[in-house]
């Protein structure tokens, strides 16, 4: 199982960026895969997934609205699509799926 994230970096506020996890050696639409983040210092923190048995996407509050989940079955890639971007989200993401961690993408949102 590998996890190869990618898409990250510098973005202005109310900036948007598209996250891509691509997974190997399993099916990801078989399985629920999220979304987490790490800033220095501070636990990291989950931020959306997609469910496996229904397809659902769920979000922590803080990005409902602004971030936007979605699975290329074809491409055995996750995206995370970011909108209106505050530099609180600057952070490095990290998608997980059965139990396997990609190595990270650094976001910075920063005038």
């Known amino acids: 199982v590998q996890l190869q994230a990618s898409g990250g970096g510098l973005v202005q506020p109310g900036g948007s960026l598209r996250l891509s996890c691509a997974a190997s050696?399993?099916?990801?639409?078989?399985?629920?895969i999220g979304w987490f983040r790490q800033v220095p210092g501070k636990e990291r923190e989950w931020v959306s997934c997609?469910?496996?048995?229904?397809?659902?996407?769920y979000y922590e509050d803080f990005v409902k609205g602004r971030f936007t989940m979605s699975r290329d079955n074809a491409k055995n890639t996750v995206y995370l699509q970011m909108n209106s971007l505050k530099p609180e989200d600057t952070a490095t993401y990290y998608c997980?799926?059965?139990?396997?961690w990609g190595q990270g993408t650094q976001v910075t949102v920063s005038s």
């Open positions: 997980r799926a059965l139990g396997s």
């Open positions: 050696g399993f099916t990801l639409d078989n399985h629920a």
């Open positions: 997609i469910s496996s048995e229904d397809d659902n996407k």
